[in-house]
């Protein structure tokens, strides 16, 4: 069994900072792209900022230049880093992992339970 499990969210005045973190634990074999989601009230999850296993990045338009992805593969762990928040950015953070439990299964998505970042003065 899998497990995403996120940390860091939390209350924030705007134009503060907050880092998220992201690990998979359990029967991993490896993982592919990471990634982290958002989702609003009354919105669908949209996507925030991905990063392959190489490294490579990927940005929603509304969070470049303001938020920082980063990983470590060797603790299988993304990292959040945001900065210069605004209150649009409140809305309960999901962890993505595209991965697989042994060499033979094949590559799916797990998710995180969620973690909650308010952006509010």
């Known amino acids: 069994q899998v497990q995403l499990v996120e940390s860091g969210g939390g209350l924030v005045q705007p134009g503060g900072s907050l880092r998220l973190s992201c690990a998979a634990s359990?029967?991993?074999?490896?993982?592919?792209?990471m990634g982290w989601y958002r989702q609003a009230p009354g919105n669908q999850r949209d996507l925030v900022a991905t990063i392959t296993r190489s490294g490579w990045t990927n940005y929603a338009d509304s969070v470049k230049g303001r938020f920082t992805i980063s990983r470590d593969n060797a603790k299988n762990t993304i990292y959040l880093q945001m900065s210069s928040l605004k209150p649009e950015d409140t809305a309960v953070y999901y962890c993505?992992?595209?991965?697989?439990?042994?060499?033979?299964?094949?590559?799916?998505?797990?998710w995180g339970q969620g973690t909650q970042v308010t952006v509010s003065s």
């Open positions: 359990g029967s991993v074999a490896s993982i592919n792209a």
């Open positions: 993505n992992a595209n991965l697989r439990i042994g060499t033979t299964f094949p590559f799916e998505d797990a």
